[in-house]
């Protein structure tokens, strides 16, 4: 059974900075996406960003770029989101996912599994 944790939500004050890590365990993939999505209060889930572990490609939601920065760590099966410059909009449930997909998708019906979800909130 494929299980995704994650860690490193909190809160932060606006223009701070928060890690998010999650690990993938269970099973081994052969090509995958991993990434992240977020939700805030009565919205649907979006896309934050993700990464190939086929090619090493990553995208980013427009709304994060030069802000947050995905990378991972092959050997963990790990991906991590580093949050810099945090705006009171960043605030939302963030949730780990993956994709038995070969390149990266916006799109959460693209994804597998799912995390459980860890809070951020930004305050003003």
């Known amino acids: 059974q494929v299980q995704l944790v994650e860690s490193g939500g909190g809160l932060v004050q606006a223009g701070g900075s928060l890690r998010l890590s999650c690990a993938a365990s269970g099973r081994t993939f052969s090509s995958y996406v991993m990434g992240w999505f977020r939700q805030a209060p009565g919205k649907e889930r979006v896309f934050v960003a993700a990464s190939s572990w086929s090619d090493g490609s990553t995208y980013y939601a427009d709304s994060v770029k030069g802000r947050f920065t995905i990378s991972r760590d092959n050997a963990k099966n790990a991906v991590y989101l580093q949050m810099n410059s945090l705006k009171p909009e960043d605030t939302a449930v963030y949730f780990c996912?993956?994709?038995?997909?070969?390149?990266?998708?916006?799109?959460?019906?693209?994804?597998?599994?799912w995390g459980q979800g860890t809070q951020v909130t930004v305050s003003s």
């Open positions: 996912a993956l994709g038995e997909r070969l390149r990266v998708y916006t799109s959460p019906y693209e994804y597998d599994y």
